[in-house]
């Protein structure tokens, strides 16, 4: 079994910082596309960053404020948010493709809040 888990949610004021991590454990052959998605209380889950072969992708209204990363030797990815928005508000569930057992499939971690607010 494959199981990723995140971590570093929680209430910030407007301008302030916040560092997701999610990290996955279990019978794993390799990691290839690791993202983060956020689902906004009446909306979809919508990509926010990924990160696949070093190179990373982001949707336009976080370039610039957050960045993703990861470290292959502990199958964690990260998500540093910056300068961070009300509109930010979400819950951020962490993504990836994992070969386990020899087999590729998609894996879902179970969300962390991220509240923007003052």
């Known amino acids: 079994q494959v199981q990723l888990v995140e971590s570093g949610g929680g209430l910030v004021q407007p301008g302030g910082s916040l560092r997701l991590s999610c990290a996955a454990s279990?019978?794993?052959?390799?990691?290839?596309?690791m993202g983060w998605y956020r689902q906004a209380p009446g909306k979809q889950r919508d990509l926010v960053a990924k990160?696949?072969?070093?190179?990373?992708n982001y949707v336009d209204s976080v370039k610039g404020r957050f960045t993703i990363s990861r470290d292959n030797a502990k199958n964690t990815v990260y998500l540093q948010m910056n300068s961070l928005k009300p509109e930010d508000t979400a819950v951020y569930y962490c993504?990836?493709?994992?070969?386990?057992?020899?087999?590729?499939?998609?894996?879902w971690g179970q969300g962390t809040q991220v509240t923007v607010s003052s």
């Open positions: 993504n990836a493709d994992i070969n386990s057992n020899y087999r590729i499939s998609n894996f």
């Open positions: 990160i696949s072969g070093g190179r990373t």
């Open positions: 279990g019978s794993i052959v390799g990691i290839y596309t």
